[in-house]
């Protein structure tokens, strides 16, 4: 679970990182939610190959359910031969035989003749013994899974998003308030050397300004 989480933080931060190396330093600026979302949703590798097999299982389903309609095919073809077997099909299949065609010497050296065909056939599915509708039924569910599993997919994408973004504004919120109080207590510490140094506080106040400074140091560095 561990690494998932560090597998799903790095491919949502690898395409930020993408996106701000392509822009201009001076055109780089803070992402909103809704941006980081879009951006994360849209080039998470992990989440776009779930996406394809979700199309591919709503075209299987489409596949399956034109079994259900007519196939309507049209065939044709045409030649010219004078080979012997070939010659003697094409002109028995269209009635032309003569007496004379069957002289030896016709048929072991025949005219060429040539030979156009053409078929038209339409297929049906009449009964299919519960088969068809089952292979529909079949796919029609792996399509809904497939769809269920590519919408559970965003949502934990985008709950992820939002958590690190808030993470992020959380830790530069976090920051500032570090930059803030290092800064008051360097100002502290200054009024307290000017103070001791002028006689009008004890060494150990400006030794406590000091100690106080490096504390604040400490913080801002843990960040």
Not at 150 to 160: K, P, Q, V
Not at 171 to 197: K, N, Y
Not at 205 to 220: K, P, T
Request: charge should be neutral.
């Amino acid at each position: 679970m561990r690494m998932a989480r560090l597998t799903t933080s790095f491919l949502f931060f690898a395409p930020l990182c993408a996106l701000a190396a392509a822009l201009p330093a001076a055109t780089t600026r803070a992402l909103s939610l809704d941006e980081a979302i879009h951006l994360g949703l849209s080039r998470n590798p992990a989440l776009a190959a779930i996406r394809l097999e979700a199309e591919a299982s709503n075209a299987d389903a489409r596949t399956a359910e034109a079994g259900r309609w007519p196939r309507l095919t049209a065939e044709a073809g045409a030649r010219r031969t004078d080979h012997q077997v070939l010659v003697f099909s094409d002109k028995l299949t269209a009635g032309e035989f003569t007496a004379g065609d069957f002289a030896l010497d016709n048929l072991n050296n025949p005219d060429p003749v040539s030979h156009l065909s053409a078929a038209l056939a339409l297929e049906a599915p009449l009964y299919t013994s519960g088969r068809l509708r089952w292979g529909i039924e079949s796919a029609r569910d792996a399509a809904g899974m497939a769809q269920a599993g590519l919408h559970a997919a965003e949502s934990d994408l985008t709950a992820r998003i939002t958590e690190a973004y808030f993470a992020i504004a959380l830790a530069r919120a976090g920051v500032l308030v570090a930059e803030t109080s290092l800064s008051d207590a360097r100002g502290h510490e200054s009024v307290a050397a000017a103070r001791f140094e002028a006689g009008a506080a004890l060494k150990s106040d400006h030794l406590r300004a000091r100690v106080f400074r490096l504390g604040r140091e400490r913080d801002l560095d843990r960040r």
